[in-house]
């Protein structure tokens, strides 16, 4: 059996490295903003077609590698994003009255371009107040 040349080897290398370090930067870009809980909370909203109740958002915890965030501060967070149109809710009548369920609005990828656009604009505002 022939070996592949150490050449092949190595673009197929960084190819990968490439890859992983390109996914790495796309999260470390948006913890710059966001806590590692947050975001995370996002993800679980923009992975559930379905829509994510406050159980749903829940799991942010079995997603964190230590620690712990309470429900409050995650449906608090994701309350916060409603008002920025991240994530839109609907209302649901259920057991102890009404809940929301969070649904995409805008993928990761439109949530970066419109932190992207509002980011520096607010700045801007807070800087020209002093």
């Known amino acids: 059996m022939r070996e592949a ?4 080897l190595r673009d197929s290398d960084l190819t990968e490295a490439r890859s992983r370090s390109e996914l790495t930067d796309q999260k470390r870009s ?6 590692d809980w947050q975001l995370k909370a996002l993800q ?19 997603l964190l590698n230590s620690g712990s965030i309470s429900r409050a501060s995650i449906i608090n967070f994701l309350n916060e994003m409603k008002e920025l149109s991240v ?7 259920g057991k ?3 809940h ?12 970066k371009k419109f932190i992207a ?7 801007m505002r807070d800087v020209l107040k002093r």
């Open 100 to 111: 929301l369920v969070y649904k995409v609005e805008m993928n990761e990828e439109e949530f």
């Open 44 to 62: 679980v909203v923009w992975n559930s077609p379905e829509g994510a109740n406050s159980g749903t958002v829940c799991e942010v915890n079995k």
């Open 87 to 93: 994530p839109d809710a609907d209302e649901r009548t």
């Open 96 to 98: 102890g009255g009404v």
């Open 30 to 35: 948006l913890l710059i903003i966001l806590k």
């Open 117 to 123: 656009a509002i980011l520096p604009e607010s700045l």
């Open 5 to 8: 040349p150490p050449s092949a």
